[in-house]
């Protein structure tokens, strides 16, 4: 099993930005339609970007219109969390990363149901993308073979 720790509080502001900080460390939400990966269409896996745990697949991506990054499901449910948030009018379901702890997103039960009926609503700051011609020298070539068949 990997390590994917993350760095004290004070190494993650000199790494992160403004915004992923507050983001992935005080559950803040970037804006709408104006953030890094709402409409990447390359193939590739997105990680925690404080610690490296690998999320999502652009595979499970898909257009929710809703402006942020929308997932189908994890690539693996060991390394999410998930908990009720009550800081709006209604209950929502939090999504972190296990290891890390950082705030991603929420997820609902209105995704496609072709593929599953959940929408991972995940926030860019949160997440890395690494193409799949950069998956081996990144670490993640294991993950490799979920993308046989794909090409960017």
């Given at each position: 099993?990997?390590?994917?720790?993350?760095?004290?509080?004070?190494?993650?502001?000199?790494?992160?930005?403004?915004?992923?900080?507050a983001?992935?460390?005080?559950?803040?939400?970037?804006?709408?339609?104006?953030n890094?990966?709402?409409d990447n269409?390359q193939?590739?896996?997105?990680v925690?970007?404080?610690?490296?745990?690998?999320?999502?697949s652009?595979?499970?991506?898909?257009?929710?219109h809703?402006?942020?990054?929308s997932?189908?499901?994890?690539?693996?449910t060991e390394l999410?969390?998930?908990?009720?948030?009550?800081?709006?009018?209604?209950?929502?379901?939090?999504?972190?990363?296990?290891?890390?702890?950082?705030?991603?997103?929420?997820?609902?039960?209105?995704?496609?149901?072709a593929?599953?009926?959940?929408?991972?609503?995940?926030?860019?700051?949160?997440?890395r993308?690494?193409t799949?011609d950069e998956?081996?020298?990144?670490g993640?070539?294991?993950?490799?073979?979920?993308?046989v068949?794909?090409q960017?």
């Amino acid at each position: 099993m990997v390590d994917y720790s993350k760095p004290e509080s004070d190494v993650l502001r000199k790494q992160l930005s403004e915004l992923q900080y507050a983001v992935t460390q005080e559950e803040a939400t970037e804006p709408a339609f104006n953030n890094r990966y709402w409409d990447n269409k390359q193939v590739g896996i997105y990680v925690d970007i404080t610690s490296g745990e690998p999320l999502f697949s652009s595979l499970d991506k898909f257009d929710a219109h809703c402006g942020w990054p929308s997932f189908s499901k994890p690539l693996t449910t060991e390394l999410i969390t998930e908990k009720a948030d009550n800081q709006l009018f209604s209950t929502r379901t939090e999504v972190r990363s296990r290891h890390a702890d950082s705030h991603l997103g929420h997820v609902f039960e209105d995704g496609p149901q072709a593929m599953g009926g959940l929408r991972y609503c995940i926030n860019s700051a949160s997440l890395r993308f690494i193409t799949i011609d950069e998956m081996a020298d990144a670490g993640y070539e294991t993950l490799l073979a979920l993308f046989v068949g794909h090409q960017q």
